[in-house]
Structures are given as C-alpha cells and as structure tokens.
C-alpha cells in the first residue's frame, strides 16, 4: 500500500511576472505591466497540479529561509500537497523571471538558488517518501546528479517519470528509468542532437531507442504524441483561449504521472492530461492556474 500517488522530486521557485508587449530582442529595452509575483518552480508546480487533481502527493526539493520560501510552503499546503520533504537553507529561494507576451507565449530565465542545493545526500535521507510512492517525477532544475540518485533509489515497482527541462545530454542509466520521458519539441531536438529528424514521430522513435520505456512529445495545442515501442499515437488537445501558457507543461506532466499510477494507458492518460494542460493556460499563472478534477470534466 502506497501513502502517495505521486512524490514529486524537483525545483520551487518564486514567479517573477512582468507582461510585455514583445519580448524584447538582443541590446533591447521595452516597458512591461505591474510585477507580480507567484509561487512556481517545476517540481512545486507538479506537485500542486497533482493534488488538485485528487492525488495523494508530496514534494521533496529545496526553499530559502526567506519570504519566497514561506509563499511557497503556503501554497503546497493549500493545495494539499505534503510539504514534510521540503528542506530550507543553504541558500535564497529560487527565483524565475517571466515574460509574458499578449498570445499567452512566454520566456523564463531561472537563479536557481536553493534548488542547486538539493543533493544526492538529500535523496538519500528521503528514502521512506521513496519507498512510499507509487510514481516518482522529476525535472532538470535540479542538479542532474540528483536526479541520477533518485534513479538509483527508485524502488522496485515505482513508476519514474522525467521532463528533462531545461534539457541537457542524459545519463543512460536515466533514461533507461524513464517510463514515460516526456519532452516538447524544443527538448526532443536537444536531446537527439543532430539526429533529431523532421517530425514528431521522427523523434519520438528517436528518444526511444535512447533507451527510455516510452515517450511523450507535447506539442501544444495540437496535443500530444505517445509512442513505447508497439507505436505512435496521437492524442488531441481541447481547443481553448490561451491567457497564459507558464506552467502548463508541468501541469501536463503531473496529470500523466497520476494517471499512469491509478492504471491508466499512456494513451489515455495522456488524453487527460492534454485536456488538464488546456484548462491550466485559460487563466494567468502557474500554480494559480491548475484546475481541480471536477473542471477538466467540464472542459
């Protein structure tokens, strides 16, 4: 029996938002609108989609001692999130600066902060939130040796997702865990390197013969690509209004990593999660965003 449905491993930061006309370009200033500032991070964001969702869900990452990291705190525990797994100090909060532009389309630069401090030794120390999850996710705003530890302690039976973003060369001890490896077009291409290919099934059948158990490519409004080794299948997306697209990816990601958990075939909880990601981009912010499971019904 599994205390969590999902534990996710990963960053929290705090979302610095500014709206913009256009993004601006190399040696270029342009006025935005009002500051705002919100609670984010990959893995924080994963782990409140989750939960609002319905899942049973804990976080294992990495705040500061400071006002960000008690935003943070706050925002997990609203959402239902366990927090136990959230370490403090050695350094300040990570922090995201987020343009957002009119279509919804966003650029993010990220100061890691605290989340470079999240160790192999943490892992380690995490071992019983390990042992009681049934799915474990994680991203790449975390230093890639701790992700390649939580590999390593994945225990048998567990289920490991991974968005690889920011992308970067994998381990193939990582990938080879991977079950699903979830990636857009901009981490496929990373990733492959100059094999890539021209399409999506061109890189989903790439990635696989990486080594991962199966693949995922997002592909924004136009759904998703699912494909582990008996084929490709497309999944469609809702058609909505996008406000602001931060954070639907993680939303995505976490929809899918529940799913997978309660049973569901990758097809079909890809399905759920494209329809999840749709509702998380009508309304502005991360975290903010996330529907609850009775609102992706209605959508």
Known sequence: MYDYDLLVVGSANADLVIGVERRPAAGETVLGGDLSTHPGGKGANQAVAAARLGARTALLARVGEDGHGRLLLDSLRSAGVDPSG??????????????????????IVVSPGANARLTPADVRAAEGLLRASRVVSAQLEIPLETVVEVVRNLPSGTRFVLNPSPPRPLPAEVLAACDPLIVNEHEARVILGADAGADPEDWARGLLAMGPRSVVVTLGAEGALVYDG???????????????????????????????????????????????GAAAVTRAGAQESYPTAGEVEQL
Not at 231 to 244: F, L, Y
Not at 251 to 267: C, I, K, P, Q, S
């Open 86 to 107: 959230v370490l403090a100090g050695g350094a300040p909060t990570g922090v995201a600066l987020i343009t957002v532009d009119p279509s919804g389309d966003n650029s």
């Open 230 to 276: 008996s084929g490709a299948a497309r999944v469609a997306s809702v058609k909505v209004d996008a406000v602001d697209t931060t954070g639907a990816g993680d939303a995505f990601t976490a929809a899918l990593a529940w799913r997978l958990g309660a049973g569901a075939a990758l097809a079909e909880a890809a399905g759920y999660a494209a329809r999840v």
